[in-house]
């Protein structure tokens, strides 16, 4: 008995179950969408750039509605952040030393303040002491609009890539999870285009619903540690498994 409780902590001490993190971060903001449709009905979200005057309007109307929306948003951030870190530290405890991982890490913490400062422009929106100038309001639609838009999107793209590369070249998680990552890393990154160029603006729901998919596949699959992955590989790929990634 004794002999196995090291082995137990030893693999219990990766942190926070990575899928879960996804989960919680994923449902807090679908719930913040829903909550904006139940409460305020289809004209829950009104784009920014409808104009300041119907912008003002939408503020004062559903000011409650964005106000919950806001609160569930920012709540969303947290365990994106906490997910961040534990991948950081789970991926250095598998061997990987070179910056993919802090870059998806940088990526990560990125995405959760940009969510974070989406929520908080949200909330200010709903203020209607704030909102009485219409311009103002607008000023606060598309703080919420381009902080949860491509400040979150390029953030969470370069997070998944600092996953899905090792994933790959070191077979931690499935070819075909990796490819995916790959690719809806790409195409985040790629948003960046959509504050000159409007109609690329598609690029962000991919890389959001999308990327969150993803983010629970990988979490659920990323091996705790080195032992893991030899395991996987019937013990033939131990040399492989213990063979560190340097820079």
């Known amino acids: ?44 979200f009104l784009s920014p750039f409808a104009g300041a005057d119907a912008v003002a309007a939408h503020a004062h109307a559903d000011w409650a509605a964005i106000r919950v929306g806001a609160m569930l948003q920012f709540g969303s951030a947290v365990p994106l952040g906490i997910y961040a870190a534990t991948a950081f530290a789970r991926l250095q405890r598998l061997g990987v ?75 931690l998680l499935p070819r075909w999870l990796a490819w995916v990552g790959l690719v809806v890393a790409a195409l985040s990154e790629l948003s960046f285009l959509s504050l000159a160029v409007e109609p690329l603006q598609f690029l962000l729901p991919v890389g959001r619903f999308v990327g969150m998919a993803w983010l629970i596949a990988a979490g659920f699959l990323l091996p ?24």
Do not use: C, K, W
């Open 1 to 44: 008995m004794n002999d196995i409780q090291p082995t137990s902590r030893r693999r219990g001490s990766g942190g926070p179950p990575l899928g879960i993190l996804a989960i919680v971060h994923a449902g807090l903001f679908l719930l913040a969408l829903l909550v904006g449709v139940l409460l305020s009905g289809t004209g829950a």
């Open 97 to 171: 030393r070179v910056p993919g991982p802090a870059i998806g890490f940088a990526g990560g913490l990125t995405a959760s303040i940009m969510l974070m400062v989406s929520a908080l422009g949200s909330y200010l929106l709903s203020r209607p002491e704030l909102t009485a100038d219409p311009h103002l309001a607008l000023a606060f639609s598309f703080l919420a609009f381009a902080a949860g838009g491509v400040g979150y999107v390029v953030g969470l793209g370069l997070l998944i890539a600092g996953m899905a590369v090792p994933g790959l070249i070191l077979g």
């Open 224 to 247: 705790l540690d080195r032992r893991e992955v030899r395991d996987a590989r019937g013990g033939g790929g131990a040399r492989g498994a213990q063979t560190e990634v340097r820079s």
